[in-house]
């Protein structure tokens, strides 16, 4: 039992380039989402997905998109990367009812340059 | 949507001494309050919950106290000791309340427990 797991762990990217964040859990948890982490800002959700099929926008969306067409997967793509999108990124996942006992992968740090 | 807001934004203390971390919440809907604790480079991890039909709730030295009237919860650490430094988060949410049901953080409290 791995938990949720990300990657890659580290990246740096030049702006204008695209890549996707991988995110896996096999708890078999119907709830994911994205977070990323800023100096001072906490955790800001980007999207996040009740179950298989079904994504939403979080607090703050623009410049990533996601899709969740297995329980188990729900990667976060970048489609042009700017500077603002220097951060930590986390992903997470939580058993129905949605809104408890989050668990929280290890972390993607991402530079964009 | 909720809004958390967390304070103070450091606080260090002398080992042995307790420490406490308040937070406020906007939304009267939420019914979840759980604090997470980070370490340097690792990832957020639960250190203890409370639901909003219980007023406190204790684990050897954490202790978290909901004042549901007033919209604030706090996080008490007593004895605190030198691995107990960290960045503390608290979060809100409303349990199965759909886009209501994330997780909303606090900017975070960076304690530092000095020898």
């Known amino acids: 039992n791995a938990g949720v797991t990300q990657t890659p762990k580290f990246q740096v990217l030049k702006t204008g380039q695209s890549m996707t964040l991988q995110c896996a859990q096999d708890?078999?948890?119907?709830?994911m989402s994205w977070y990323r982490q800023d100096p001072g800002m906490g955790l800001r959700l980007i999207h996040y997905?009740?179950?298989?099929?079904?994504?939403d926008q979080g607090e703050v969306p623009n410049g990533y998109n996601v899709s969740r067409s297995t329980t188990e997967d729900f990667p976060l793509r970048l489609l042009s990367a700017a500077p603002s999108q220097t951060s930590v990124y986390f992903c997470?996942?939580?058993?129905?009812?949605?809104?408890?006992?989050?668990?929280f992968g290890s972390g993607t740090r991402l530079t964009v340059v | 949507g909720e809004n958390v807001e967390q304070h103070p934004s450091t606080l260090s203390v002398q080992e042995g001494d307790s420490a406490v971390i308040k937070c406020t919440y906007s939304?009267?809907?939420?019914?979840?309050f759980p604090w997470y604790k980070q370490e340097l480079g690792k990832r957020p991890q639960l250190i203890i919950d409370?639901?909003?039909?219980?007023g406190e709730k204790k684990d050897q030295r954490i202790a978290v106290t909901l004042n549901k009237t007033a919209k604030h919860f706090s996080l008490h650490i007593t004895e605190t000791q030198p691995e107990d430094s960290a960045v503390y988060f608290c979060?809100?949410?409303?349990?199965?309340?759909?886009?209501?049901?994330?997780?909303?953080f606090g900017k975070g409290t960076k304690l530092s427990v000095k020898p």
């Open positions: 997470a996942s939580s058993a129905a009812p949605q809104g408890y006992g989050y668990t």
């Open positions: 708890m078999n948890h119907e709830y």
């Open positions: 997905s009740v179950g298989a099929g079904i994504t």
């Open positions: 939304d009267s809907a939420s019914n979840y």
């Open positions: 409370i639901r909003s039909n219980v």
């Open positions: 979060a809100a949410s409303l349990i199965g309340g759909g886009s209501q049901g994330n997780l909303i």
